[in-house]
């Protein structure tokens, strides 16, 4: 079989690889700069989404033809598993809604994907019913100003899962001088819940992990003050926890005064500041899906700490994720609120010109 002759790359693909390699250095810069900004994840999204179509170019331009039939099935597994997902969306919601129904508390913040779901359901029936009973021009200005506004929406709610993920691949030099540990609330008052547990495990194995590594020992500051239902602050409840498993009493303090993430930064930084260490290194420890705001919030509160993430059971990370971005998304709700009446004024606009121009 004769072999079949190679096929020069079209000189005008080595120019379009400048596109992402631009996005990319882009990205690297910011995201070396600061890692804890939402806009980071529309750097890291240009570079993607023009590093692929280049990408995909370039393959064909090879004529190489178990590559190129190679990465189009990959391609196509691809979108089959986006299509489904995308079709069946309703369906997974509710599905997670009622394992998270059997196994956690019925509180509002455990019903996110319950609520999602039934309104992505009912969204197509919601349209239809604009549609019959109003007047057509107020119809299409609801329906183009409520797409306009969830595309909106969905647009930094993309950006902060891309940012989500890339903040989990953040892994801090074992030459921290602190490890804080946030706190997330007590069983019966008094008792380290599971999830808790986990957290203070995963800065325990930091701890252990830099002794090994380097020899240097870090202060673990368990940081979480007292609720109404608490029997005790859930830092003397988290401290006692980590001496109960080995942590040598002079490496831990409780911090007792905090009642939520700002203040658990606020006052770890506090601990920090009252020794006197010179350009002091310090990490915080949390839930995987809580590690990007966390973060946020340090630097709310001038604590210069990278995040590291605990593990955290599938089944409650919808809801966590959702609870997470809401969170993130109220933390600029002016820019929101005013990026919204903008859109709602806009979709006014197209819809008259669409009413006066377009024959309707």
Avoid: C
């Avoid at 455990?110 to 057509?136: C, D, K, Q, R, Y």
């Avoid at 210069?304 to 959702?322: M, R, V």
């Amino acid at each position: 079989m004769s072999q079949q002759p190679w096929v020069p790359i079209p000189a005008v693909l080595y120019w379009l690889w400048l596109i992402p390699i631009f996005f990319g250095i882009s990205f690297a810069l910011v995201y070396h700069r600061e890692k804890r900004r939402l806009s980071n994840g529309i750097w890291f999204n240009l570079f993607l989404y023009t590093f692929l179509p280049v990408l995909a170019m370039t393959i064909l331009g090879t004529d190489n033809h178990p590559l190129i039939i190679g990465s189009v099935a990959i391609f196509v597994v691809f979108l089959t598993v986006v299509g489904i997902t995308f079709a069946l969306q309703a369906l997974l919601l509710l599905w997670n809604a009622w394992i998270v129904w059997k196994r956690e508390s019925h509180s509002l913040a455990n019903m996110l994907t319950l609520v999602l779901g039934i309104a992505v359901l009912l969204l197509p029936f919601f349209a239809n019913w604009l549609t019959e009973h109003i007047p057509p021009v107020a119809a299409s200005y609801i329906i183009l100003a409520s797409n306009m506004i969830l595309f909106y929406v969905l647009f930094w709610f993309y950006n902060y899962l891309t940012m989500l993920v890339l903040y989990q691949f953040n892994h801090p030099k074992y030459n921290q001088d602190y490890i804080i540990v946030l706190g997330a609330g007590l069983l019966n008052g008094d008792q380290v819940s599971p999830l808790l547990a986990q957290r203070i495990d995963r800065g325990l194995a930091f701890y252990y992990k830099q002794i090994r590594k380097t020899g240097k020992i870090a202060k673990m500051i368990f940081s979480g003050g007292q609720g109404g239902d608490e029997k005790l602050p859930e830092g003397t409840a988290m401290l006692n926890y980590a001496l109960g498993v080995g942590l040598p009493k002079d490496d831990g303090v409780a911090e007792m005064e905090s009642v939520n993430t700002y203040q658990n930064m606020l006052y770890s930084k506090k601990i920090i500041e009252k020794e006197n260490i010179e350009n002091p290194k310090a990490i915080f420890v949390t839930n995987g899906y809580h590690t990007f705001r966390a973060g946020m919030v340090a630097k709310q509160a001038g604590l210069k700490a990278d995040g590291i993430g605990a593990h955290t059971a599938k089944f409650f990370l919808p809801n966590a994720i959702i609870r997470e971005y809401i969170a993130i998304f109220m933390r600029n709700k002016y820019w929101h609120a005013a990026a919204i009446v903008l859109i709602a004024i806009l979709s006014g606009v197209l819809t008259w010109f669409d009413y006066r121009y377009g024959g309707k």
